[in-house]
């Protein structure tokens, strides 16, 4: 069985700094998707940023960027420029679209964010 | 541009009633999926719709029904509520589930009290 493992319950950074959020999961499959969400006070869950395991490159999204270590199943979620909007629970999803499969999202337990002014 | 839209935001219920717990999106999305989330963990997936006319269980839909009424709504139905049942439900719909339309979006979520 597929497992996400988030091992940060909670991190805080400074407002302008740069803070990594962990997150490692476990699979026997090749192919597959990592996305990372955020879910503000307001409960809504908001996508950060997706990767496809097919490719090398890490994806970026503006101030949001992965490191994807498909070896060491490992996909950490880098945030550069922190900003007080930024406070939020963030969590780590797995997807594997086989045949067989739901296509359902595997979530990590979460890491809550706070970033200090 | 409403996205999904869950109703009610909260509810609370006594052991034994039941309750239905609407979605309904505008994206015109092929899949729809309801979760819960439980203090401390993550969303784990109740039941999916892969398109209209389908609906299958996924990893714990003991106690609940669903109905996928058209393309546009989902339901989630409790027909006899339990405090195990007190959680955060969330509605998600995807464009479809394959490669890069598998993106799922998030209604705002349902908090749910049974008392």
């Known amino acids: 069985a597929q497992t996400v493992t988030q091992s940060q319950p909670e991190m805080s950074v400074q407002e302008a700094e740069t803070v990594t959020l962990s997150c490692t999961y476990d699979?026997?499959?090749?192919?597959?998707?990592l996305f990372w969400y955020k879910q503000p006070p307001s409960r809504q869950m908001i996508l950060v940023i997706r990767q496809e395991a097919y490719k090398q490159q890490n994806a970026t999204e503006n101030r949001f960027s992965v490191n994807f270590q498909k070896a060491a199943k490992s996909f950490s979620l880098k945030i550069s420029d922190s900003q007080l909007g930024d406070t939020a629970m963030y969590f780590c999803a797995f997807m594997n679209p086989s045949r067989d499969s739901s296509y359902k999202l595997i979530f990590g337990s979460g890491t809550r964010l706070l970033v200090r002014p | 541009n409403a996205g999904v839209t869950q109703t009610p935001k909260f509810q609370v219920l006594k052991t034994g009633q039941s309750m239905t717990l609407q979605c309904a999106q505008d994206?015109?999305?092929?899949?729809m999926y309801w979760y819960r989330q439980d203090p401390g963990m993550g969303l784990r997936l109740i039941y999916y719709?892969?398109?209209?006319?389908?609906?299958d269980k996924g990893e714990v839909p003991n106690g609940y029904n669903v109905s996928r009424l058209n393309k546009r709504e989902f339901s989630l139905r409790l027909e006899s509520a339990a405090p195990s049942q007190t959680s955060v439900y969330f509605c998600?719909?995807?464009?479809?589930?394959?490669?890069?339309?598998?993106?799922?979006?998030f209604g705002a979520g349902t908090r749910l009290s049974v008392l």
């Open positions: 994206m015109n999305h092929n899949s």
């Open positions: 998600a719909s995807s464009e479809d589930r394959e490669t890069y339309k598998n993106i799922q979006y």
């Open positions: 719709s892969a398109s209209e006319g389908t609906t």
């Open positions: 699979t026997s499959e090749s192919n597959y998707y």
